[in-house]
């Protein structure tokens, strides 16, 4: 089956400053990638997603990329601000069900 | 819609007893997902049902752990006995259709269960 991998655990930053999440996943046959949010003691969200035949997906302050070759995929936050400290994971279909990350924990001081 | 239900949203219950969570998903999606959230293994898929029917229930931890969806608007995951390693966040999640693209799950609020 599908496994997902995703660092860091926990990210710190400033305000203002840009995060990076990465995943790499295994199984050459996913081929769409969701990013959900999870904030403290809340479901997660989806907040973004991408497709296996698209490179990269731009949302504001957030964008996701894609390397089939290399089988990773990232999430880049611009610009951070307090409300973006949650938990961020990763996640790749099979196509019927989602394998998640372990999960990024962002913190993003004032 | 009120979106994905669940209850109760805690438990608290001694080990060795039975517990029943439940679950609305919104309606019109085929999909239903049940999944474990702890720190230590994240969130684990465990039981997908398709059009009422369990497709995938790999992820079910051990024979102490069954679901079941009689109808499109209801499902129960059932631990008989619970034991205090079953405490976690279990959510349900439903979609349209599986879980590829245009098939967003969306989660319930979780039922946060402690086994003591």
């Known amino acids: 089956g599908e496994n997902v991998e995703q660092h860091p655990s926990t990210l710190s930053v400033q305000e203002g400053d840009s995060a990076v999440i990465k995943c790499t996943y295994s199984?050459?046959?996913?081929?769409?990638f969701p990013w959900y949010k999870q904030e403290l003691g809340k479901r997660p969200q989806l907040i973004i997603d991408?497709?296996?035949?698209?490179g990269e997906k731009k949302d504001q302050r957030i964008a996701v990329t894609l390397n089939k070759t290399a089988k990773h995929f990232s999430l880049h936050i611009t610009e951070t601000q307090p409300e973006d400290s949650a938990v961020y994971f990763c996640?790749?279909?099979?196509?019927?069900?989602?394998?998640f990350g372990k999960g990024t924990m962002l913190l993003v001081s004032p | 819609d009120a979106g994905v239900i669940q209850s109760p949203r805690h438990e608290v219950t001694e080990m060795g007893q039975e517990v029943t969570l439940r679950c609305k998903p919104i309606?019109?999606?085929?999909?239903l997902f049940w999944y474990r959230q702890t720190m230590m293994r994240g969130l684990e898929l465990l039981i997908y049902?398709?059009?009422?029917?369990?497709?995938?229930d790999s992820g079910m931890p051990e024979d102490r752990f069954s679901a079941k969806m009689p109808n499109a608007s209801f499902s129960t995951l059932k631990i008989q006995p619970s034991e205090p390693r079953d405490s976690a966040v279990y959510f349900c999640?439903?979609?349209?259709?599986?879980?590829?693209?245009?098939?967003?799950?969306?989660f319930g609020p979780g039922t946060r269960l402690t086994v003591l």
């Open positions: 991408i497709r296996s035949n698209v």
């Open positions: 049902f398709n059009n009422n029917v369990p497709i995938d």
């Open positions: 996640a790749a279909s099979e196509p019927s069900t989602l394998t």
């Open positions: 999640a439903s979609s349209l259709e599986g879980a590829g693209a245009n098939n967003e799950q969306f």
């Open positions: 309606s019109g999606h085929n999909s």
């Open positions: 199984d050459s046959a996913s081929n769409y």
